[in-house]
């Protein structure tokens, strides 16, 4: 109450604004980094058909971590807790392949979402995550999504739904993968 005496006194008893970057900066970078998480969240198809108001509840449960390049994000064998979304950056997904090192599965960027299947179970990672460069990653894990199913049961089911909806789809690209690899090895007399 003081410091705000003092502005309106040095200034005709009118408040002061401050244009300064020091001042001007503080309010208006929270508002920057809640639209462009709205943003990002608008990118991913688990969000897609939702509203401002639905986000703005995922927003709520969101957490943010900036990676330096080469950081782990996830250790492929540790317990899987939450999905990730990239805000920013570049993530590589890759597996410990026994005597050959590391076999890259995918490279996921801005808008990408991986880690999903943590979300419906505690099973171990099936993969490491490492920011390939300096990247914002934001994160829903696995309480704050049951918490929302408590309070907001109808809003968590839609999630769950886009969920189950992508997870469906992933699994029956990864079976025609699957099938169209068998029918090459039967082709060439590979015996599996």
Do not use: C
Not at 26 to 43: G, M, N, Q, V, Y
Not at 146 to 152: A, G, M, S, T, V
């Amino acid at each position: 109450m003081i410091f705000l005496y003092y502005l309106m006194s040095t200034n005709n008893n009118r408040p002061t604004k401050f244009n300064s970057p020091l001042w001007g900066s503080i309010f208006k970078k929270k508002a920057d980094d809640d639209e462009s998480i709205l943003s990002t969240l608008r990118l991913v198809p688990l969000f897609a058909d939702m509203s401002d108001g639905e986000l703005r509840e995922f927003e709520k449960l969101i957490h943010r971590r900036a990676f330096k390049a080469n950081e782990t994000i996830f250790w492929e064998g540790e317990p899987g807790v939450g999905m990730y979304i990239i805000q920013r950056g570049v993530v590589l997904i890759f597996k410990h392949a026994p005597g050959e090192g590391r076999e890259e599965l995918a490279t996921l960027r801005s808008g990408e979402f991986f880690g999903e299947l943590a979300l419906l179970d505690e099973s171990p990672r099936s993969a490491t995550a490492v920011a390939k460069e300096p990247s914002d990653i934001i994160g829903l894990f696995r309480p704050d999504l049951f918490d929302l199913l408590e309070r907001k049961p109808r809003l968590g089911n839609k999630f769950l739904f886009q969920l189950a909806l992508i997870v469906g789809e992933r699994l029956k690209n990864t079976n025609a993968e699957m099938q169209a690899l068998r029918a090459q090895m039967d082709k060439s007399g590979i015996i599996v």
